[in-house]
């Protein structure tokens, strides 16, 4: 019912910034909130920012608080993740994740996902 396209990811020197941007496609008046999730080799999938839809709800990982910001255009049902003071510890796949608006919360476990994106990869060297 919902497809979540993501793009942006590459690869940066440490210090360095990225923005991820994902785009939802399909019945986008379902999603309450919109977020991101990462995953690398030998970790759990662990969330790392949330939006709420309707209104400036958000939720950070404490790993990645102070260094990511959330960002939504709901005009063009896109959220954003602007990646700075990147270390080679960010080093991950990441994935966009939609809910299906059936409570008003944010996203912040794998169990709140009804819909993921295909992934892009973020690789940071030091």
């Known amino acids: 019912q919902v497809q979540l396209v993501e793009s942006g990811g590459g690869s940066v020197q440490a210090g360095g910034s990225l923005r991820l941007s994902c785009t939802a496609f399909?019945?986008?008046?379902?999603?309450?909130?919109m977020g991101w999730f990462r995953q690398a080799p030998g970790k759990e999938r662990e969330g790392i920012a949330s939006?709420?839809?309707?209104?400036?709800?958000?939720f950070y990982g404490d790993s990645v608080k102070g260094r990511f910001t959330i960002s939504q255009d709901n005009a063009k049902d896109t959220v954003y993740l602007q990646m700075n003071s990147l270390k080679p510890e960010d080093t991950a796949m990441y994935y966009c994740?939609?809910?299906?608006?059936?409570?008003?919360?944010?996203?912040?476990?794998?169990?709140?996902?009804?819909?993921w994106g295909q992934g892009t990869q973020v690789t940071v060297s030091s």
């Open positions: 994740a939609a809910d299906s608006g059936g409570k008003l919360s944010l996203i912040t476990r794998s169990e709140d996902v009804r819909y």
């Open positions: 399909g019945y986008t008046y379902s999603i309450n909130s």
């Open positions: 939006i709420y839809r309707g209104g400036l709800r958000t």
